[in-house]
């Protein structure tokens, strides 16, 4: 039984599949700028807020470390633990593991500081992708289950998604989303994310 105990018997509902790696190896690009203590609680603290982003829906989080298993358990979500490495083959691992009954699933990066809601992200036949805000890279990913979708993250995987969606012949949607789009992987994004906003 999931824990959040959503019902999960309209296909366009998604359930949320968070990977998350050892939370300690986290963000190693950000070393010029943060200690490994604060990487960790910086990577902590934004998977926190994916977490708050994606309730009420069910939640999992994906990953084969126990520490970040731990943590995962403490925040009440659940636990999808994953053997392979990788996240492409962790995912599809994930996904195979699923229950049958779930139609859709939203696969959102742990790093999105400003996520708020996916609520309306998942429609029928439909693979809806929240790009990074260079418009390169895949930060959300939602899609029906059962059509063999490979995941192809890595350099420029948002054309590599478009043209996976075009494979297999569902609709496509790319949705801006600011809040969504913003992640944060280089010391660059660290520092334009810490400048302060205009209100």
Known sequence: MNQSGTV?????????????????????RLAPELTTDKREALAKRMASQVIKAARPLDIYIVCNDHEVAKWAESNNVNVLWVNQEGLNHSISGAVKELDTNIGHVLI?????????????????????????????????????????FNFRYGQNSLSAHIDETKKHGLNLEILQ??????DV???????????PRTP
């Open 8 to 28: 999960l018997d309209n296909p366009t509902v998604p359930v949320v599949l968070i990977p998350i790696k050892d939370f300690r190896r986290a963000k190693r």
């Open 108 to 148: 959102a990066h742990s790093d999105l500081p400003l996520a708020k809601s996916f609520a309306g992200i998942g429609r029928p036949n439909t693979v809806s992708i929240v790009p990074d805000r260079h418009l390169l890279g895949t930060n959300v990913l939602s899609l029906p289950l059962g059509s063999n």
């Open 177 to 182: 989303i600011p809040e969504l789009q913003w």
């Open 185 to 195: 992987d280089t010391p660059e994004d660290l520092l334009t994310f810490l400048k």
